[in-house]
């Protein structure tokens, strides 16, 4: 079960959660403190709803730790997964603006930690400390301009294109070095990766054994994978 409990960790005393947030990266150490007082956290484990489709928001929420998948149902019911965000990631600031219903669910895909800023509070700091606001925007450009490169590649892209190209996403993000590559702790299911980029599970899975009969990767169990030829993946 969740829980609530305030930032009061010695992390966030000493500013070390906030501070490491994309969005609070221009703000002084004492500008720093003051975001931190206004923090509450919360905890979801894996498979937990932190956010519902149609809801009201009452808080910006930013990801300490852990991953979360943001997602909705299509028409005939399907899941449509529109991002990952893991550690310094936000969401919720839309909402907490213009006052509409979420669009989109979010899961957490395991242990997560995530803290919480109420309406109020946000508002405030976009007043006081307008370096947030440009920052927001400047990730929410972002957002949008890898949502539009999404919906295009699934036009006009193949599926070896798709889900090489999410396999490199993974590498940058998730991979370690490893003697013969890198692996990558993958965040999603087959199910999920093929809701990622609009295919079928057996269609990923067949492709990912031919990925790995040419020598490019090699599948661990059904979590892990190491990329042995990045250059392949590229190309």
């Known amino acids: 079960m969740s829980e609530y409990k305030k930032c009061n960790c010695d992390n966030c005393l000493h500013k070390l959660c906030v501070e490491r ?17 206004l923090i509450v956290k919360k905890q979801y484990e894996k498979g937990e709803l932190i956010i519902m489709e149609e809801s009201y928001l009452e808080n910006l929420i930013i990801i300490d730790k852990g991953k979360v998948k943001v997602f909705r149902y299509t028409i005939e019911g399907k899941e449509q997964i529109l991002y990952i965000f893991d550690h310094g990631d936000f969401f919720g600031e839309k909402n907490l603006l213009n006052n509409q219903q979420s669009t989109y669910n979010v ?18 700091l976009l ?5 947030i606001g440009i920052k927001i925007i400047e ?16 036009g006009t892209k193949n599926i070896e294109w798709r889900i090489n190209s999410l396999l490199l996403d993974f590498a940058e993000r998730y991979g370690k070095k490893h ?15 093929a809701n990622y980029i609009g295919t079928a599970r057996e269609t ?10 040419e020598g490019v990767i090699d ?12 250059d392949a993946l590229m190309n």
């Not at 007043?127 to 370096?131: A, E, F, L, Q």
């Not at 003697?179 to 990766?193: A, H, M, Q, T, Y």
Request: aromatic content about 4%; hydrophobic content about 40%.
């Open 107 to 124: 899961e957490a895909l395991e242990t997560t930690c995530i803290c919480m800023i109420n309406k109020n509070d946000f508002q405030k």
């Open 179 to 193: 003697p013969n590559g890198v692996i990558v702790e993958l965040p999603l299911s087959r199910e999920g990766i």
């Open 127 to 131: 007043i006081n400390y307008p370096k």
């Open 139 to 154: 990730e929410l450009c972002s957002r949008m301009d890898k949502i539009e490169s999404s919906v295009q590649n699934m």
């Open 204 to 213: 990923v899975s067949r492709k990912l054994s031919v990925l790995q009969d």
């Open 219 to 230: 599948m661990i169990g059904n979590k892990q994978i190491l990329i042995r030829d990045i």
């Open 21 to 37: 947030v994309p969005i609070f990266s221009g703000l002084n150490s004492e500008e720093l403190s003051k975001v931190a007082t």
